[in-house]
């Protein structure tokens, strides 16, 4: 068999912004950002549940837009702010949302949570009260097959009423 | 267990022990693990539906820069499979290949995109044959046969039995029903795609770390094949992304990464592709049935023939119990005095059918609660009225020999029936309005093991730390469902802790005991009674040193709030890990086991070990929509669903499995299709998540869950299962309400629009199978019922009896 890297001299070396701290990395050019940040950093927290842009499981925060991280080119992505589920939990502790879907059962499997929370921080950042209507066009990308979605909408409800500052925190 | 009694956690919603991890991006999946110097695999699969080998060339892969291996099937000539009975497939093909997917050679490298070129650089010869693409094709046996085993040609298993006198109970019925329906496969879907790593130690010991429901059948598949001794090969199941009975088998893939890894002693990674794992499957048979039900004018059931074609894809899976099981539980819901069920399985050239969320036993729901809503229009009888008057009795046995505990099914139809409106909305809704209703009922786990044994089904083992933490260990495996927490929550309620003094380990077959896995909804049931039990025992020894110390009788030991303590005189006693040590002083380092059987079921015939459990659980729901007579698309407006639950160990993970089931039931009613292109030999329709279409968050209606709780003397604190039987009554429910809506009948899923329309321009308003074909039935076992004086046996048939002289 022949064992020579069939890889070696092919890679680039470039800085990547990733929940606020830059990282030198160097990677083959043709690697997606989610494979950059799973294979390259560790972030295993991002998920894959197509690599095809159809499940929302792989989704990052880029400049604070939800992007699917499966379909984008890590080469695109110098200079950007790169968010991603590991950076929500702050020395302060969790996020309000970790702490809801945590709490309510939103994430049952936990497979597609961290695509849903970087979707809903988006969401939130931008409205801090979404109606039930607009959190389904926000998270109608992300596919989740355990809970029927119900409870992912009352943990953003929950979490959305702590970032307001508004209601206990308890059931 | 005292009904009345207070707890500390049962019932309530502690936050579940996997729930930070989970949102903080730090659990790891099987994919999200790595090991130094490791490869990674890909597989060669079949891209033809069927056809021999004729030759496997891997020069030009094994040439590649960067591949360290490759393996052919001769490499692994032993078979496995998940039953006993069908040890059909290997890891790699190498005689034939059955369905486009069919795995033929799998390559090691030091890249995933170097693996990834150096398998389609393998070339194999292929000689095609001709393709089976459908049960009825299968059952006429006019291609080669796919196996070279089952009962005859292209059928896999054939089965027919028979409970007291059927034909003598339709001549007594005052209305005769026969209706044709068909239920179209579906898959499972997981969020995760599978992934494996296997890596082999030193030593020469193998672990495979894999995204399994079931560790222990994998240990066994993966020992047979690779030669070994359980004792060198370990499986660790990591947390599943998803299971749905979509992890249940043991696949190709997770014994291939430990044979590359043997072969290379380097670890070894898979992870399969989307595609690849529609063509791993084992989703939901598609299934035809003929139900003939006899009933009095008063709506009475008086007898029932059931009859189930089974496609059941290129391998055996878990399809010879599939198939009983498509005539187990119909007996269970509703009285059915006298039954007939004949079944036949076939094999075709597609994707391995198996066990999806429901086993074999949504398609024959859908059929009985459809029919039922016929009956009920014809007698004039309100459909749920109908229901009502003919509930199996508790503690009953039926038909077929299934013994009936608990039941809670009356009050989940009240329950439904009052949160909908049902009396005052039911064929009174505006025309595309309509609501349907539909019942159901699951097994708490399945009443025998999938080999033959006699040991426990599930086994705990507590280690008592002097800190006063616990560590439980148990081979249950966490897909999602929430099972880590459910044994954390038994062990914590029984010794008065929180949850998080409780650490949890399982699904690790050098660490845990063995619990057979997540599926047929054992886990609750069977691991809770093995973890009460261990979790006793510990409590035992502790009070017993404990109660010695503070000078009162043993009865009077109370374990609560972390703290051991006199019932009499709460201020008197000491803390958790106090107890502990006095009794760890006392008699030595504290640990204890527990574990778990079903109870014998009392029928004894072939095929009775299908169908019988510890406890049923029940669910009723109504379902209320809106169908566009000019499209034919149907959305659902609200869902009301009521779960006889016996108790719910923890509220939310009890709501999230309804809600759950209701999801998943509706895509299968509405969408869900694992279809397949006939004319192009085979070729997936739908391989992807976007054709594959599912429900988002856009079709998903109001659900409005009722849980109906009267603890079951055989739970778990009286616990029944809630994972499957709340997917079953959506279906059905979904299509009476399109009869209420828009006065038609689909007797198919998914009801897509052009099935709609097709019944809405129909004379007879409805669209669906028209035709059943002759199952060939030759030999039928005839048990007599309990009404009858039988025993639970069937009498021994002619050539059984001359094998045995």
């Not at chain 2, 190498?94 to 693996?115: L, N, Q, S, W, Y």
């Not at chain 2, 296997?198 to 690779?226: E, F, M, N, W």
């Not at chain 2, 029940?618 to 698309?633: H, L, N, P």
């Amino acid at each position: 068999m022949n064992t020579a890297s069939s890889t070696a001299g092919r890679k680039v070396t470039m800085t990547l912004s990733v929940n606020g701290e830059d990282h030198e990395v160097a990677f083959l050019p043709e690697k997606t950002l989610l494979e950059v940040l799973r294979e390259d950093l560790g972030l295993t927290g991002t998920k894959h549940g197509c690599e095809l842009g159809e499940c929302g499981a792989c989704t990052v925060l880029m400049d604070g837009e939800p992007r699917l991280s499966c379909l984008v080119l890590t080469l695109e992505c110098g200079g950007i702010a790169i968010e991603t589920i590991e950076g929500m939990t702050t020395a302060d502790g969790p996020h309000p949302l970790q702490a809801a879907f945590a709490e309510l059962n939103a994430a049952q499997c936990g497979y597609c949570s961290p695509g849903f929370l970087m979707t809903a921080k988006a969401l939130l950042d931008s409205d801090p009260a979404p109606s039930r209507e607009t959190m389904k066009d926000e998270l109608a990308g992300n596919l989740c097959r355990c809970t029927g979605y119900e409870m992912i909408y009352q943990a953003i409800d929950r979490a959305a009423a702590e970032v307001r500052g508004e209601a206990g925190h308890g059931e | 267990m005292a009904s009345d009694r207070e707890f500390n956690l049962i019932g309530k919603s502690p936050l579940r022990v996997d729930g930070m991890a989970k949102c903080a991006g730090q659990t790891k999946f099987a994919d999200d693990l790595s090991m130094p110097r490791m490869l990674f695999a890909k597989l060669h699969r079949s891209p033809v539906a069927h056809a021999k080998i004729v030759g496997i060339d891997t020069s030009k892969a094994e040439a590649m820069p960067g591949v360290v291996a490759v393996l052919t099937g001769k490499s692994m000539p032993i078979p496995f499979g998940i039953l006993p009975v069908s040890q059909d497939e290997h890891v790699l093909a190498f005689d034939k290949v059955r369905f486009i997917g069919d795995p033929v050679a799998a390559v090691a490298a030091v890249d995933e995109g170097t693996a990834y070129e150096a398998m389609l650089a393998i070339e194999v010869t292929y000689e095609e044959l001709p393709v089976v693409l459908n049960a009825e094709q299968a059952l006429a046996n006019e291609a080669p046969a796919i196996h070279d085993y089952g009962d005859d040609g292209n059928v896999h298993k054939r089965v027919s039995m028979q409970f007291g006198d059927v034909e003598q109970a339709f001549e007594d019925s005052d209305e005769i029903f026969t209706d044709i329906t068909l239920f179209g496969s579906n898959t499972h879907l997981a969020m995760e795609q599978h992934a494996s790593l296997g890596h082999v130690a030193a030593d020469g010991r193998v672990t495979i770390h894999s995204s399994t429901q079931t560790p222990h059948y994998l240990h066994k598949a993966a020992c047979k094949v690779l030669e070994l001794p359980p004792s060198r090969v370990r499986i660790i199941a990591t947390p599943n992304g998803g299971g749905f009975g979509g992890k249940s088998d043991p696949f190709n893939h997770e014994i291939v990464v430990a044979k590359l890894s043997q072969v290379t002693n380097r670890p070894v990674k898979i992870s399969l592709t989307r595609e690849e794992v529609f063509q791993c499957h084992r989703g939901r048979h598609t299934v035809l049935m003929k139900s003939r039900m006899g009933m009095t004018k008063d709506g009475k059931i008086t007898g029932i023939h059931f009859q189930s074609l089974l496609d059941g894809g290129s391998y055996g899976s878990f399809g010879v119990a599939t198939t009983y099981y498509t005539g187990a539980l119909q007996t269970v819901t509703y009285e059915v005095p006298t039954y007939r069920f004949d079944g036949v399985r076939a094999f075709t050239n597609k994707a391995p059918s198996g066990p999806k969320r429901g086993h074999g036993t949504p398609q024959p729901r859908f059929a009985i609660e459809v029919q039922l809503d016929k009956a009920a229009e014809k007698l004039g009888i309100d459909p749920a009225e109908l229901r009502l008057r003919m509930i199996q009795p508790p503690e009953s046995v039926t038909a077929n020999w299934l013994y009936v505990n608990s039941i809670g099914l009356a009050e989940c139809i009240e329950k439904v029936v009052e949160g909908s409106g049902w009396k005052e909305r039911f064929g009174k809704l505006p025309r595309g309005h309509g609501l349907g209703l539909a019942c159901s009922s699951y097994i708490s786990g399945a009443g025998l093991p999938i080999y033959w044994n006699a040991m426990p089904h599930s086994g705990v083992q507590l280690k008592v730390d002097r800190g006063g933490g616990v560590a439980v260990f148990c081979g249950e495996t966490e897909i999602g469902q929430g099972s880590d927490t459910v044994l954390a929550t038994c062990v914590a309620e029984v010794l008065g802790l929180e949850l998080l003094d409780v650490r949890v380990c399982a699904g690790d077959t050098d660490l845990t005991p063995v619990d057979l896995g997540s599926y047929s909804s054992r886990v609750t049931l069977m691991m809770g009674n093995a973890a009460i039990q261990a979790a006793e025992r510990a409590r035992e020894i502790i009070g017993k040193h404990a109660a010695k110390r503070m000078g009162i009788p043993g009865n009077r030991v109370v374990f609560a709030g972390n703290r051991v303590f006199d019932a009499e005189d709460p201020e008197r006693g000491m803390s958790f890990s106090e107890a502990v040590q006095i009794a760890e002083a006392e008699q030595g380092t504290i640990g204890t086991v527990g574990s778990y059987s079903p109870p014998p079921n009392p029928g004894r015939y072939r095929g009775s070990g299908v169908g019988p459990t510890a406890t049923y659980s029940y669910t009723a729901a109504v379902v209320e929509i809106f169908a566009d007579e000019e499209t034919g698309m149907i959305e659902v407006d609200k869902v009301w669903i009521a779960h006889d639950i016996g108790r719910a160990l923890n509220r939310n993970l009890v709501i999230g499995q309804v809600e759950g089931g209701v999801y998943m039931g509706l895509g299968e009613a509405l969408m869900e299709d694992m279809a397949y292109r006939e004319k192009r030999r085979g070729v997936l329709k739908h391989p992807s998540m976007l054709e594959y279409k599912s429900i988002t968050t856009h079709e998903m209606p109001e659900v409005i869950t009722t849980l109906v709780e009267h603890p079951d003397p055989r739970g778990p604190f009286g616990a029944k299962e809630v994972g499957q039987g709340p997917l079953l009554p959506m279906m059905p429910a979904v299509a009476n309400a399109l009869h209420d809506a828009l006065g038609v009948r689909v007797d198919q899923v998914p009801i897509h629009p052009d099935l709609v329309m097709k019944a809405l321009k129909a004379k007879d308003k409805r669209a669906g199978p028209k035709k059943f074909p002759d199952l060939l039935i030759t030999d039928t076992q005839r048990v007599k019922t309990q009404a009858e004086g039988g025993d639970g046996t069937a009498p021994r048939s002619p050539k059984e009896k001359a094998v045995q002289s």
